[in-house]
């Protein structure tokens, strides 16, 4: 599979978190034989949970997948920049890797508004920017549109 095939169904998952009024994100780890290990979406409306980040999902099902929290050799794709608080769970769990799409200039700790991978952690995960960026960046404008539209956008920001 290509990093677009893994966004590709990060999207579908996006989509699932639309479908509850979330914030559509979506998220999956990768081994490193290719093998999907772990999917999310966000689920903090659906879930009352400020934690149910896309990517803390993904990990969390990652890590009951492989049976411990290492996560050394593996990828994460995520449609949307990762926040501090997902970064740091990235760091935490060693992946190698993150590729994400669309670039979030309000909360991205991966380049936006800091790069916490750049920072003296004992672990850097290499990053990839821009995978699917406009089909990952129109699906999450069209929500925020329509939810401006309907005048719900305060409790999501």
Request: hydrophobic residues 40%.
């Amino acid at each position: 599979m290509t990093s677009e095939d893994y966004m590709r169904r990060a999207l579908v998952l996006a989509r699932r978190a639309l479908s509850t009024g979330d914030v559509p994100v979506g998220c999956v780890v990768a081994d490193a034989d290719g093998a999907i290990i772990g999917e999310g979406w966000n689920r903090r409306e659906a879930e009352g949970d400020a934690l149910a980040h896309a990517e803390v999902e993904a990990i969390r099902s990652a890590c009951r997948r492989r049976g411990g929290w290492n996560l050394h050799g593996c990828t994460l794709y995520v449609t949307l920049e990762p926040c501090p608080m997902c970064a740091g769970a990235i760091i935490n769990a060693r992946l190698k890797s993150v590729c994400y799409g669309a670039r979030d200039e309000k909360a991205g700790a991966c380049g936006s508004v800091l790069n916490l991978f750049m920072e003296d952690f004992n672990h850097k995960p290499r990053l990839y920017g821009g995978v699917l960026r406009e089909e990952c960046a129109a699906l999450l404008q069209e929500f925020f549109h329509t939810l401006r539209k309907k005048g719900g956008i305060s409790t999501l920001i």
